[in-house]
């Protein structure tokens, strides 16, 4: 049975709707009214729905949990891979601060003694297994890079191009036992040949029975014919030790590099010499100590008590 | 009696719509969630007369419109609910196959929870209000009528026995 309709309640309904097309009519003028009554319910509402927001967090978190289990393992699984891929980036960036610094000093050192050098990255360390001390290098004959090219670090000598590819080279690191280079002290222009042992220390033999050298004194790369295996003037280490030895013919000494061979990342290939000796223009210089702060106290006795 | 009946739903209502705002309001449900809001209003015009269904909507609306989450002008809602809580208990008062079985209250409540926010699309695209897109709109309406229909058998019961009390019948849902 349907509702009769009595006038009433027509009357009534007509008069609810044109209320409510009135509300609407002025809302749309934009009456102040209006708007202060919204305002003032949501003034009234806030506090509980802070109170409610507060209570129900807890329950909030579950629900939103449950309800998008699958959307928050794919957000942890995403957030997951993209942190591991932001540490690798950081390693990188590390690996990539560092492989500039190195980059910028061989620059620097080639760009003084006036060296046409190609850059290279390691890429590989050689095997301690075959009793050798080398690297490979990103780099090969498509670079230009021969036989017997001199090798730089950020320091000084590094090593010298042993065997080449189309892609990559490997070098014979100054540490290398069969490593040989003729050295010239910087200044007194003595000469030796320095032999490397496997570490960062070498072996120096003077040629001269008359020269003597002394710890500090900083060698540098004598050259070669044509400039290979080696050019002239790069820095290769300084003397930590002096043997005097009687029945030695000439002097002897332990040299330690400049360079650093346990962290070589960029290195570059002397592809052209300076057509002048550098000489000793890319002799370091020598560190200047930090001074230390020394401080003096002065202690004077108090007078004693006189009765 | 009137005055009985309106100084006992107001409470009611204002609690109802508190619990709206304070508490369902903060769960972002899949589908676009419920309003319990409404399903009570709608549970309470299904069982009234036309007349007091009326005056709910126009209650419930006018509630609905103060809320800050209203987009639209003030009086939107209002004439909504006027027309839908009108409207429901129009076409199943008298019929105890409608307002006296629980069955068919949940049936017209879902239905006119849909025909409400159809009806709310289409006043909003007269008043220049945006709503989102279609896909997105749809997908609201559908969830929003599965709520309503999950959820409206759970409260029926707890909404019939109130309005009971209020107006002194003697059927329960």
């Given at each position: 049975?349907?509702?009769?309709?009595?006038?009433?309640?027509?009357?009534?309904?007509?008069?609810?709707?044109?209320?409510?097309?009135?509300?609407?009519?002025?809302?749309?003028?934009?009456?102040?009214?209006?708007?202060?009554?919204?305002?003032?319910?949501?003034?009234?509402?806030?506090?509980?729905?802070?109170?409610?927001?507060?209570?129900?967090?807890p329950v909030k978190n579950f629900v939103n949990d449950v309800t998008h289990l699958g959307r928050t393992r794919n957000q942890i699984e995403k957030l997951r891979a993209d942190n591991a891929k932001l540490k690798a980036d950081l390693i990188n960036r590390k690996n990539a601060d560092a492989q500039l610094k190195q980059l910028e000093s061989i620059l620097d050192l080639a760009g003084t003694a006036g060296y046409k050098v190609v850059n290279a990255k390691v890429i590989s360390q050689g095997s301690s297994q075959s009793f050798s001390q080398t690297v490979t290098i990103d780099i090969g004959s498509n670079a230009g890079i021969k036989k017997n090219m001199t090798v730089l670090s950020q320091t000084g000598i590094a090593g010298v191009v042993k065997d080449v590819f189309p892609t990559t080279a490997l070098v014979m690191l100054a540490t290398d036992p069969s490593f040989k280079i003729g050295v010239r002290i910087a200044g007194t222009q003595q000469i030796?040949?320095?032999?490397?042992?496997?570490?960062?220390?070498?072996?120096?033999?003077?040629?001269?029975?008359?020269t003597t050298v002394k710890v500090g004194d900083v060698l540098l790369a004598r050259g070669s014919v044509a400039n290979r295996p080696f050019v002239p003037g790069v820095p290769v280490g300084y003397v930590t030790a002096v043997d005097n030895s009687a029945g030695e013919i000439a002097q002897s000494g332990t040299v330690r590099y400049y360079t650093n061979f346990g962290g070589l990342g960029v290195l570059a290939v002397v592809v052209a010499a300076s057509s002048t000796n550098p000489g000793d223009a890319l002799v370091p210089p020598k560190p200047t100590p930090t001074p230390i702060p020394t401080v003096t106290v002065y202690v004077t006795p108090s007078p004693s008590p006189t009765e | 009696m009137l005055t009985r009946q309106i100084s006992l739903s107001a409470p009611i209502f204002l609690f109802i719509f508190l619990f709206q705002e304070a508490i369902v309001n903060q769960f972002k449900l899949p589908g676009g969630g419920f309003?319990?809001?409404?399903?009570?209003?709608?549970?309470?015009?299904?069982?009234?007369?036309?007349?007091?269904?009326?005056?709910?909507?126009?209650?419930?609306?006018?509630?609905?419109?103060?809320?800050?989450?209203?987009?639209?002008?003030?009086?939107?809602?209002t004439l909504i609910m006027i027309i839908i809580c009108y409207g429901v208990s129009f076409l199943g008062y008298g019929d105890e196959n409608i307002n006296g079985n629980p069955i068919g209250v949940v049936f017209f409540v879902v239905v006119a929870s849909l025909f409400t926010a159809v009806l709310f699309l289409a006043s909003s695209a007269l008043l220049g209000v945006t709503t989102g897109s279609f896909g997105q709109t749809l997908?609201?309406?559908?969830?929003?009528?599965?709520?309503?229909?999950?959820?409206?058998?759970?409260?029926?019961?707890?909404?019939?026995?109130m309005h009971n009390f209020v107006f002194e019948t003697r059927t329960v849902l």
């Open positions: 049975m349907r509702y009769g309709g009595e006038g009433r309640t027509r009357l009534l309904l007509i008069i609810l709707i044109v209320t409510a097309l009135f509300l609407i009519t002025l809302d749309l003028r934009g009456v102040a009214v209006l708007d202060g009554a919204r305002q003032g319910t949501q003034t009234i509402l806030s506090p509980f729905q802070r109170a409610g927001n507060y209570i129900l967090t030796g040949i320095l032999s490397g042992r496997g570490s960062r220390s070498g072996s120096l033999q003077l040629l001269d029975n008359l | 309003s319990l809001f409404v399903i009570f209003a709608l549970v309470w015009a299904v069982i009234s007369t036309p007349e007091i269904a009326a005056l709910t909507g126009f209650g419930a609306g006018i509630l609905m419109d103060m809320s800050g989450g209203a987009s639209g002008p003030v009086g939107q809602w997908l609201t309406l559908l969830g929003n009528s599965l709520w309503t229909l999950v959820l409206t058998p759970i409260v029926l019961p707890v909404f019939s026995f």
